[in-house]
């Protein structure tokens, strides 16, 4: 009774609101992810990974917009503040459809590189791209403004969406086809944007942002643009090189491989979304920033050894549960993908500290690590074992390099 009484009385904070939200959607979005790999099979199901995996690097592309926003919303106020917002949009929507049309204009091409069965499913996924990035450009003022509650539905509608759409229209219309999963991305994308915010349009004559307001946006936009490409590199360059140099079935063996892997780094995606607008406030108080470093690195090394250990303790469990038994050539490679993923993670949470800080080292560090991963994997390709090993390899020397970093900027 006494417990409780406490629990009533304690009220949650807009942040562990947001963290909650943030697992809900993660764990929607691995049983959308699971429930296709058990439905579609390994070969059918490399199909769906790589418009999943479109996804992601979508994700990444529109994060840069999304973090720039957020930045900004928390510096600028007022007719700045418009002025920014009215300008962020227009270039968003112009990057999308610019984006947009080209993954339109080269479906059949995109459909030959990647070894998939259908060039539409690219053509449909192409006519959402503008909405993800309206979508990122909302979320961003959310998170900037720290408005957790409104952030958090616009995630669990794109979740929820998704996974109601997708399933429904595959048992409903009894298609297993890479089309209807493509409809259910577009769709979500749609159901993302509510609650939307809908921005003061300000014209160019009256746009009041002073040049070097403008260059320092300029400025983040660029750097925060090229580490969301390393993002994309280290994070599905692994996915897409091997649908590329192996069969449908072993990429999509590789695919559930890479998802339960992953769940070290979705989980520490939600400590970024924290951290990034911290940092920045606590640097624009003049207040000491490094224990919020601290705190999210403990987090996530936490987590990420924890998962790593029922990674190798019980893979063939963990396969079977999730993906099921057609799954189980990968066991032994869990603990060793779930490895790499923690080693990166823990990487990101410094790199994205010191973006915060404008300090941007840290950020062409992770580029180079991440064009290195992708090389290796280019030259060493063997087998699907080998492409673990040459990830392992160039997330621990990213990772030792980071710490490094760290060390010696505390210092001075």
Same mark, same amino acid.
């Given at each position: 009774?006494?417990?409780?009484?406490?629990?009533?009385?304690? +009220?949650?904070?807009?942040?562990?609101?947001?963290?909650?939200?943030?697992?809900?959607?993660?764990?929607?979005?691995?049983?959308?992810?699971? &429930?296709? !790999?058990? &439905?579609?099979?390994?070969?059918?199901?490399?199909?769906?990974?790589?418009? /999943?995996?479109?996804?992601?690097?979508?994700?990444?592309?529109?994060?840069?917009?999304?973090?720039?926003?957020?930045?900004?919303?928390?510096?600028?106020?007022?007719?700045?503040?418009?002025?920014?917002?009215?300008?962020?949009? $227009?270039?968003?929507?112009?990057?999308?459809?610019?984006?947009? @049309?080209? %993954?339109?204009? #080269?479906?059949?091409?995109?459909?030959?590189? #990647?070894?998939?069965?259908?060039?539409?499913?690219?053509?449909?996924?192409?006519?959402?791209?503008?909405?993800?990035?309206?979508?990122?450009?909302?979320? !961003?003022?959310?998170?900037?403004?720290?408005?957790?509650?409104?952030?958090? &539905?616009?995630?669990?509608?794109? *979740?929820?969406?998704?996974?109601?759409?997708?399933? !429904?229209?595959?048992?409903?219309?009894?298609?297993?086809?890479?089309?209807? /999963?493509?409809?259910? %991305?577009?769709?979500?994308?749609?159901?993302?944007?509510?609650?939307?915010?809908?921005?003061?349009? =300000?014209?160019?004559?009256?746009?009041?942002?002073?040049?070097?307001?403008?260059?320092?946006?300029?400025?983040?936009?660029?750097?925060?643009?090229?580490?969301?490409?390393?993002? /994309?590199?280290?994070?599905?360059?692994?996915?897409?090189?091997? +649908?590329?140099?192996?069969?449908?079935?072993?990429?999509?063996?590789?695919?559930?491989?890479?998802?339960?892997?992953?769940?070290?780094?979705?989980?520490?995606?939600?400590? =970024?979304?924290?951290?990034?607008?911290? =940092?920045?406030?606590? +640097?624009?108080?003049?207040?000491?920033?490094?224990?919020?470093?601290?705190?999210?690195?403990?987090? %996530?090394?936490?987590?990420?050894?924890?998962?790593?250990?029922?990674?190798? @303790?019980?893979? $063939?469990?963990?396969?079977? @549960?999730? #993906? !099921?038994?057609?799954?189980?050539?990968?066991?032994?490679?869990?603990?060793?993908?779930?490895?790499?993923?923690? *080693? #990166?993670?823990?990487?990101?949470?410094?790199?994205?500290?010191?973006?915060?800080?404008? $300090?941007?080292?840290?950020?062409?560090?992770?580029?180079?690590?991440?064009?290195?991963?992708?090389?290796?994997?280019?030259?060493?390709?063997?087998?699907?074992?080998?492409? =673990?090993?040459?990830?392992?390899?160039?997330? @621990?020397?990213?990772?030792?390099?980071?710490?490094?970093?760290?060390?010696?900027?505390?210092?001075?």
């Amino acid at each position: 009774m006494q417990l409780l009484a406490t629990l009533k009385t304690r +009220k949650i904070t807009p942040e562990q609101l947001f963290m909650l939200s943030v697992l809900i959607v993660n764990g929607g979005n691995y049983l959308y992810n699971l &429930i296709l !790999g058990r &439905i579609l099979g390994p070969a059918q199901f490399a199909d769906a990974a790589v418009l /999943i995996t479109f996804l992601l690097v979508l994700s990444f592309a529109a994060m840069t917009f999304q973090l720039v926003t957020a930045k900004f919303s928390v510096l600028f106020e007022n007719d700045t503040f418009n002025s920014f917002i009215s300008k962020i949009y $227009k270039n968003a929507l112009l990057v999308g459809v610019v984006l947009g @049309l080209l %993954i339109v204009l #080269f479906a059949n091409q995109l459909q030959v590189v #990647f070894n998939t069965s259908s060039a539409s499913m690219f053509m449909v996924f192409g006519f959402g791209v503008p909405l993800y990035f309206i979508m990122s450009v909302n979320r !961003g003022v959310y998170q900037g403004k720290k408005a957790f509650k409104s952030l958090s &539905i616009t995630y669990q509608g794109e *979740m929820l969406s998704r996974l109601v759409i997708t399933l !429904g229209l595959i048992y409903m219309l009894n298609l297993q086809s890479s089309i209807v /999963i493509a409809i259910g %991305i577009l769709v979500s994308f749609m159901f993302g944007l509510v609650p939307f915010k809908m921005p003061k349009i =300000v014209s160019v004559k009256h746009l009041s942002l002073s040049q070097t307001n403008t260059k320092a946006i300029r400025s983040f936009f660029v750097i925060t643009a090229f580490y969301e490409l390393t993002q /994309i590199i280290i994070n599905n360059s692994d996915i897409l090189l091997v +649908k590329h140099y192996f069969e449908s079935y072993d990429a999509g063996l590789y695919a559930s491989l890479a998802l339960i892997g992953r769940i070290v780094y979705f989980i520490a995606w939600m400590f =970024v979304m924290l951290l990034l607008p911290t =940092v920045i406030q606590l +640097k624009k108080e003049g207040k000491e920033t490094a224990p919020v470093l601290f705190k999210y690195v403990a987090y %996530i090394a936490g987590i990420a050894i924890l998962i790593t250990l029922v990674c190798a @303790l019980f893979p $063939k469990t963990a396969i079977t @549960l999730l #993906f !099921g038994k057609s799954y189980l050539a990968m066991a032994p490679l869990l603990w060793k993908y779930a490895l790499a993923t923690s *080693m #990166f993670a823990i990487s990101n949470i410094f790199a994205y500290y010191y973006l915060s800080l404008d $300090k941007y080292l840290p950020v062409i560090i992770s580029g180079v690590f991440g064009v290195l991963q992708m090389g290796l994997v280019v030259f060493f390709h063997d087998s699907l074992s080998q492409v =673990v090993h040459m990830q392992i390899i160039a997330m @621990l020397l990213l990772l030792i390099i980071q710490m490094a970093f760290f060390k010696l900027n505390h210092k001075k």
